[in-house]
Structures are given as C-alpha cells and as structure tokens.
C-alpha cells in the first residue's frame, strides 16, 4: 500500500491503534478489560502496524524496550518518530511512500532493516548502524549505481537487496557491488559464490584499490587518535594531562595577540627562544614525577583490594563452616527429638536451639568484627590517610611537587615578564630618539604611542598567563581532591 487511496483515511499513530494492536497479540480467551489492565509499554518488545493506513509515525516514545515494528504497507511519508526507541533490532518500513532515509541515527542497534518498494533516490544518513546485517532497499528510485559504494561503510552488512531499482538494469550490475562491497553473502535472494566475487574484484579492482588505500588511510588515523585519546585518559588518572612536551607552554600564549605583537620587538625574540625550554623542562620533570607516582597509588590500591578479597573469601568460608556445624546440630536435636517424644525432652532441646542461636549469632558477629578491624587498619594503606607513608604519602609527595613545580612556574613567567618590560622601554627610547627605520612595523609604533599603554598591555598578557598557571594547577588539586575522596568513599 504505497500510493494513497482517496478513499482511505489516513492514520498517525495514536494510543488507539497501540492498544488495538496489542490487543491483537494478546490471547482470545483474556477479556478486553483484562487486556487493557494488563496493558505495559515498558515490557512490549514487538509490535505490528501493517496495513494500518498510518501516514505519520508519532507516539511511541513509551515503547522504549521495543525490538521488533512492522509498519509496513502504510502511506508513511517521512522516517521520524523513532529516537526513544534505541533497542530496536528489527524494522520494517516496506511498501509505504519513503522518499529520504533519515531519522535512524539513534538506532544503533538495528540488524535488518527494509525499505523495500518506496521512493528513495539515494542510500544516505546510515553511519551510525554499525550493528546492520540485513538492508532490503529494492524498488525504490535509485539511479546512481556509484551510490552503493555508500554502503562499504557498514562493515556488519552481509545480505542486500537492491533489485527492482533502476541502476539494476545497467551492464555488470552485479559485479560492481559484489566488487564494493566484498563482505556481502547474499545480493538479491542470490548466494555470492566465490569465483563471482573473485571476477567481480578483478574487473574493478581500478576503482576499488583507491578507496581501500583511501580506508586504510582513514583507519590509520582513527586508530593514531585512540591511542592519543587512550594516552590522554592515562594521562588524566595520574593527574599530568598536556605536561609533557610543549602543550601547557603553548597554552598560555595561546590568542594572546599581544604578546604576538611584542615578540615582533629586537630582543624579545631572543628571549621566547630561552624562555620555552625552562618552562618545558620543569612541565616534564612533573609530568614524569607523577607518572612515577601514579603507578606507585595504583599497586598500593591493587595490593588493598586483594588482600580485602583474601579476608572476606576466609571470612566466607568461616561462616559457612560454622553456620553448617549449627545445622547438623539443630538437626541432630531434631531427629533426638523425634525418637524421645516427651514434653520434658522437647522443652530441654528447645532451650539448647535457643542457647545455640546465640552462640550462633556471636561467632558470627565476632567474623564480622574482625574483618572490620582488618579493613579499619588496611584503610590507612589508602588515602584516607595522607600521612601514611603508602598511598597517601605518596598522593602528599607528588602534591608538595606540584606545588613547588607551579612556584618555578610562576617565577619563571615573572622573571620572563621583567626582561620583556627592559627590551619594551629600551625600545620606546629608540624610537623616541628615531633609531629604527621608517619601515618599522605600523602596529609596534602603535602599541608603543605611550608608556602607560605598552606597560599596560604588557602586563595584561602577564597576567593572563599567571591566571591559566593558576587554572593548572588549581584542576589538578582538584583532581587530586577528587580521586582521594572517591576511593575512600569506595574503602
């Protein structure tokens, strides 16, 4: 049903249509009231809607566990409505008046889809179904056989349906997309045998070894920027992100255009020349210190929790034993019990179970009591205490470092920010005195109209490095502060 009909009323998807279609599902013999009350959106997993002479997707938001919906042969116009509905695995929009594929990036964990026998012209807005294993796209309006190529990017795909568009009508049809897409086993409802594929890879292998050179390519630098991302993330647990190399150097002066402008001046190129590699020598001392010290925590923390799984598996067994002891003998009474038959006996067992649970329930506690000493005493290898000559210590060390690193930080900057102030000075009594050329740059004479006005820009780039030194160092105390208070909370 994919042309309107005059004499159908169109649907949207309304509550009514849900509960009729899962009062469908439900079984004959459960009462339509019973079938209402029953009713919960929240554990539906499948739901059909096919020849429903639906034109809008809409309401289903609630269907947030589906897996399964039909919706095919209806008059849908436009793909919508389907973001909440993440779980899907299966859908079917066949025979309805698709023209453009869209609305599908929140199903990332869709396996077969169908659009077969709609009005699409192009294969597009796919990335995000990795997970695709099934994609029937046959009568639809797709003239562009180069469009397939699309489809190389879904390496899960393994059977397509493409037949009844009309690039299927051009010569070689078949082996161009056996050709780009080599992971296919089935094209059609037609098994691709190996010597087809062998044939197809042959005759386009001109245009096909490009694009794999052009992947690989792709793949190379994804792969390059996960382990920058991998690195970074080690980085970030050892709290010495961008310290090494360049990076918290090149952080300061970052849209500084001031100190752009001033670095144009005699002398004070000399000066960034020196400059970088002190400030970058100190980054990397830190940055190696706390990868040192990071290491240190972690083997301190690992060696905590062992020993904590070793205490509690004893402990475990402890209590296994001796609860196992209490049932034999509750049931060695039992059976004594049993045999004697008199009140005097019953009443004498009876005060020996009750005597028994006690003795029961303090051995018990008493496992409990020493395993909370053990962890009590154990916890001072951890942060929380950070006078402790482990994990603490070290966490104190490696933040008496920190300290003093961002000190020779900031006397860096302000011995750097005095030499540049001279070379400013000595520069505007140059041009006082008309010393430089005529060509000397327009927008140096400008910044240099005054002293108050070169002192005052000078010593706002100043400040502005001192505040992102400051920043630094404040996020890593604070990522330290953070890391101490989340493994004692842990502990």
């Known amino acids: 049903m994919s042309q309107f009909s005059g004499n159908i009323e169109p649907n949207v998807i309304d509550d009514e249509i849900l509960q009729k279609a899962i009062e469908e599902k439900c079984p004959e013999d459960l009462g339509d009231i019973a079938r209402r009350e029953s009713t919960d959106f929240k554990v539906l997993t499948e739901l059909q809607l096919s ?12 269907l947030e566990n589906l897996t399964k919906l039909q919706l095919d042969n209806n008059v849908i116009e436009k793909i919508e409505g389907l973001q909440s509905l993440v779980h899907l695995v299966w859908l079917d929009l066949s025979f309805n008046n698709i023209e453009v594929i869209e609305g599908l990036d929140t199903l990332v964990k869709l396996q077969d889809l169908s659009l077969y026998s709609n009005r699409i012209s192009k294969i597009e807005h796919m990335d995000t179904l990795q997970e695709l294993q099934i994609f029937s796209i046959g009568r639809n309006n797709l003239t562009i056989l180069e469009d397939v190529v699309y489809l190389r990017r879904l390496k899960s795909l393994r059977t397509l349906n493409l037949s009844g568009n009309p690039f299927c009508r051009e010569e070689h049809y078949r082996l161009f997309v056996i050709a780009h897409l080599p992971s296919l086993v089935y094209l059609d409802f037609k098994l691709v045998r190996g010597s087809t594929r062998e044939a197809a890879a042959l005759k386009h292998q001109d245009l096909t070894k490009p694009l794999e050179q052009e992947e690989a390519q792709v793949l190379a630098l994804q792969e390059t920027e996960k382990a920058k991302q991998k690195e970074l993330e080690y980085h970030q647990t050892a709290f010495v992100e961008y310290l090494n190399g360049s990076l918290l150097f090149d952080s300061l002066y970052a849209e500084d255009r001031e100190a752009a402008k001033l670095a144009c001046l005699p002398g004070v190129g000399d000066l960034l020349q020196a400059y970088p590699s002190w400030f970058v020598s100190v980054s990397g001392n830190l940055y190696n210190y706390g990868l040192q010290e990071y290491e240190k925590r972690e083997a301190q923390v690992s060696k905590f929790y062992k020993r904590l799984h070793e205490i509690l598996a004893v402990n475990q067994q402890e209590s296994k034993r001796i609860i196992s002891d209490f049932e034999s003998r509750n049931q060695r009474r039992l ?12 009443d004498s067992k009876r005060a020996q179970g009750k005597e ?3 003795q029961l329930r303090d051995a018990l506690m008493t496992l409990e009591a020493l395993v909370s000493n053990d962890l009590e005493v154990r916890s001072k290898l951890t942060p929380v205490r950070p006078h402790s000559h482990n994990v603490g210590g070290s966490l104190l060390s490696f933040s008496f470092t920190m300290f003093c690193t961002f000190s020779q930080f900031r006397d860096l900057e302000n011995e750097h920010h005095e030499k540049v102030m001279k070379v400013v000075i000595a520069t505007m009594k140059k041009l006082d ?15 240099l109209v005054d002293k108050n006005t070169i002192v005052s820009a000078t010593n706002m780039s100043h400040s502005i490095r001192l505040r992102k030194i400051d920043k630094r160092e404040s996020d890593m105390l604070c990522n330290t502060y953070q890391w101490q208070i989340s493994v004692t909370e842990k502990v």
């Open 51 to 62: 020849f429903k002479s639906i034109l809008q997707i809409d309401n289903l938001w609630p």
């Open 335 to 346: 059976d004594e019990l049993y045999q004697d038959g008199s009140g005097d006996a019953a």
């Open 356 to 358: 028994d649970i006690h």
């Open 433 to 447: 005195e008309d010393v430089f050329e005529e060509n000397f740059p327009e927008d140096i004479r400008r910044l």
